[in-house]
């Protein structure tokens, strides 16, 4: 697991990159800048804990999370202009969150013994919820509503672990290739520009 | 308690209905607008059943309510434009959830011991917090701070239980009024145009 | 800790006045400004307690917080231009409000066994969640995150209060030197306009 603690350390730090980003877009300070970048990375695992019960949250148990986080937010809001370099790894690194985050939020939900909608919906919130309030916070309607693969490439991920750990395929392998098929589809959706149908609704 | 969960199955749906209009209206693709139905019909309860302690909520403990939204909500979005005659039977079916989630609500914040005033926030909670997280989500002001006599309704009738179940009168009986209560002051709410005073602050 | 207590309800009512104002702002009306109102004042701490799981929160073991929230933005709802010249005394006691609730929520946290990162965000939050709620509800990008030197006041006192509790100096002691820091950080803020830096982004 301790593979899986690198990755998920990883997506903590490019979520909270990108929720810091958002915060400077939005002209805030220096402390609105953290916030966003804070709550963009914990903010999906914190609402899963929340929900299932296990308080306090995991981002008090081990506070790697928190600091990482701040960190982040802080380089991001010092050299922002210094590391537009790193904004194409940026989207890797957060496909690789995405799928930590699947995984792991479905895998804890079905150690609480969820079912099969709940569990899938808690490893899409886990990776998802984070950067929902951020979006909330600056105002906007949620980017995930209304634009890109993203929620998809978690259901993917999420549906395909559910089934696959009541296999004899070990949980190990179970947890890679679930984390692989979301990271896969959401940069095969951002490659090939990919988008959802939505309703025809001007007519109404 | 049969035909309270037949209600509560009525109301569920309606909200899920209301939430996935809300999403088409605001051009998201199909997952947000699947979003929107769900957190419409369940937020409320979820979020009383985490103000209660009383974790995982009641959706992960029967996902009947899952799936019904969900369907619901898809089924609005590919065919909204041909469910326009349900519209009418809409404002019904709400004002019977909005009744039967007010009553629940309170009934169940009674259990875990509230008073007066935390069981009928609860109640009113569990009716109307679904619809504001729609509204939130959507980057709008929730319609029921501002509009229309909906909270109020609900209010009424968490009181009534609240004073009713330390009567004689059975429990059956008591739930039943009481979202009668609510149901019919939403209805005549709509019927008759009726809103809330606002504080004349132009002036200010 | 009875003074504390009388500080506690002294900035929930403030916090109230505070969130009515804004509701009425905003032309809601009497239900969405006792909504505003209350989640202002009790925002914070109830977060707080769903975070550490101390559920049902405080509002509903104690319901003075609750009728207090209500009574107060009931009296701004009704006289709020005549109540103009309240709105300097209101600066103090929000400030009041807030050294208060930083210490009681830090204070918390630290029962509950949290570290030194997740204790200050607990009484950061604790102070803070409630107005940013407020200024989710009424669709805008939290007052918090852009503008004033209000969540580093909340910062400072929380670190104090973590930093003395590990000393010799008395609890009530460090309570109060803890609250004072945060109320005298924010009052001087106000008079003299602080601000905290924020990024240049605009040629990014």
Not at 61 to 66: A, F, I, P, V
Not at 141 to 159: D, F, N, Q, R, T
Request: hydrophobic content about 55%; proline content about 3%.
């Amino acid at each position: 697991m301790n593979l899986l603690y690198t990755f998920d350390l990883l997506g903590t730090a490019a979520f909270a990159a990108s929720g810091a980003l958002a915060g400077i877009r939005r002209d805030m300070d220096v402390f609105g800048v953290l916030v966003l970048g804070l709550v963009t990375a914990i903010g999906g695992g914190t609402l899963r804990d929340v929900l299932l019960g296990d308080t306090p949250p995991f981002i008090f148990k081990d506070e790697t999370y928190l600091y990482l986080s701040v960190a982040v937010s802080l380089l991001v809001f010092l050299f922002h202009r210094r590391l537009i370099f790193l904004s194409h790894p940026l989207t890797y690194f957060d496909a690789v969150g995405l799928g930590t985050f699947v995984v792991i939020g479905t895998h804890k939900a079905l150690a609480f013994k969820l079912g099969f909608f709940g569990a899938v919906m808690m490893g899409v919130m886990t990776a998802t919820a984070g950067g929902m309030l951020r979006d909330l916070l600056s105002a906007k309607v949620p980017m995930i509503l209304h634009k890109e693969v993203y929620a998809s490439a978690c259901l993917a991920g999420g549906a395909l672990l559910y089934v696959l750990q009541r296999t004899a395929v070990p949980p190990d392998a179970t947890a890679l290739i679930s984390a692989s098929t979301v990271i896969i589809l959401r940069l095969l959706a951002v490659r090939y520009n990919w988008s959802l149908p939505r309703a025809a609704h001007k007519t109404t």
